[in-house]
């Protein structure tokens, strides 16, 4: 519990440093969030950190702390944040939640997500079962993307799926529900193909 209630108290320390870190320069930002990671290794080195900060200036920016999907570490992340201080100006959570529109995505009016040189819109990304691996209860699914020929295996391509599922789905959901991912060209012939955006759904009905 004394490296949780350091952290804590260091954030408590710096938090409105932390909180303008996006009014910094760039060179500003990387000494800031250091600093935020230093302190956090001290007490778990394998969790991490996001901050968002709200649309609506009246809102208070929200500081994740994430496993990285690394189910060993889930109970770290937890009680971290079940022992975070109350500060009016911050919002802490465990994880990084659901974030997307299904309704826009359902219409095609979801943004693109654009990692280096690939761009993804869930709307047009779809998926089918692989296979139920009974030794994990996990999903191995195939994920259809429309230039993945273009892409070709690229790790940038895996890791923007990741994130996109990880937004779809919510960090523990997806490293508790899917297995294995394997990414491939989109047929021309999709009627046996489901969308990505009903995988939750998917889930779901399949337990």
Not at 30 to 51: G, P, Q, R
Not at 67 to 82: K, P, R
Not at 118 to 127: C, G, N, Q, R, V
Not at 160 to 179: M, P, T
Request: glycine share 2%; proline share 3%.
């Amino acid at each position: 519990m004394k490296s949780i209630n350091t952290f804590w108290n260091w954030f408590q320390d710096n938090h409105h440093t932390i909180k303008n870190i996006i009014n910094e320069t760039p060179k500003n930002q990387k000494h800031i969030a250091f600093w935020i990671n230093k302190n956090l290794s001290y007490y778990c080195k394998e969790i991490d950190f996001l901050i968002v900060f709200p649309k609506n200036g009246n809102s208070k920016p929200e500081f994740i702390i994430t496993a990285n999907g690394n189910s060993e570490y889930f109970n770290q992340v937890i009680t971290l944040v079940d022992n975070a201080p109350l500060l009016k100006s911050w919002k802490f959570t465990a994880f990084i939640q659901v974030t997307v529109e299904i309704n826009k995505i359902m219409d095609g009016l979801d943004q693109p997500y654009i990692f280096q040189d690939i761009t993804l819109k869930i709307s047009e990304l779809k998926f089918k079962l692989l296979k139920y691996n009974e030794h994990c209860g996990k999903l191995d699914i195939i994920i259809f993307l429309k230039n993945y020929n273009v892409l070709c295996d690229t790790k940038t391509a895996t890791q923007a799926i990741y994130i996109i599922l990880q937004e779809l789905l919510g960090e523990k959901s997806l490293f508790q529900n899917i297995n294995f991912i394997q990414l491939a060209q989109l047929p021309k012939n999709e009627e046996a193909l489901i969308h990505l955006y009903e995988l939750q759904y998917y889930l779901d009905t399949f337990r």
